[in-house]
């Protein structure tokens, strides 16, 4: 009985263990790629600031934040109509393996509009070079971040799509502050 208990024991604190380093250097900085290449829209950098100018991180999540967002639209035609998905996950250590790990975010990030999020209207997006200084206020998505520790990494996958095709995809790892 008592080699059961430990054995238990053992299980359960190894279930939740942690990882002994965060991926992509997120313990220092916002990590960002597109996950995948030859898409019509070319994210070519991306900033995340707070009201004071800062870009302090982990990212405190209790403030607004301003996103700069540098792309590249590399079609030919303006894209007229934007829809945003996002999904978010943790990196987590699950019974001794580290990895991502999706949390429910009950479509509140589904078929968003791309083209009004934020404070700035991008659409049409016409072929070329646009920058957007969007921002983001936390507060709209408040119900996922009350769910989310401060311990660990999240990651935030974005779908673009404009005529249900996906014209991008990007992921942004990071640590965030309460």
Request: charged share 15%; with cysteine.
């Amino acid at each position: 009985m008592r080699s059961v208990a430990i054995l238990m024991l053992v299980f359960v604190t190894r279930a939740y263990a942690s990882c002994d380093s965060d991926p992509d250097g997120t313990n220092e900085q916002v990590f960002f790629q597109s996950c995948k290449s030859g898409e019509t829209i070319v994210v070519n950098s991306v900033a995340l600031f707070h009201d004071d100018g800062s870009n302090n991180y982990p990212i405190d999540v209790t403030h607004p934040v301003t996103l700069r967002l540098n792309m590249t639209n590399t079609g030919k035609t303006p894209l007229d109509k934007i829809t945003i998905s996002a999904s978010v996950a943790r990196y987590t250590d699950i019974f001794g393996i580290c990895s991502w790990i999706g949390i429910p975010t009950f479509d509140l990030l589904d078929n968003l509009d791309g083209c009004n999020y934020g404070s700035t209207n991008i659409c049409p997006m016409p072929p070329g070079v646009t920058v957007v200084n969007d921002r983001i206020d936390p507060a709209s998505v408040q119900a996922i971040i009350n769910i989310l520790s401060t311990s660990e990494p999240y990651r935030i996958t974005l779908s673009f799509k404009s005529g249900g095709a996906e014209v991008t995809c990007v992921t942004a790892e990071g640590k965030i502050s309460k």
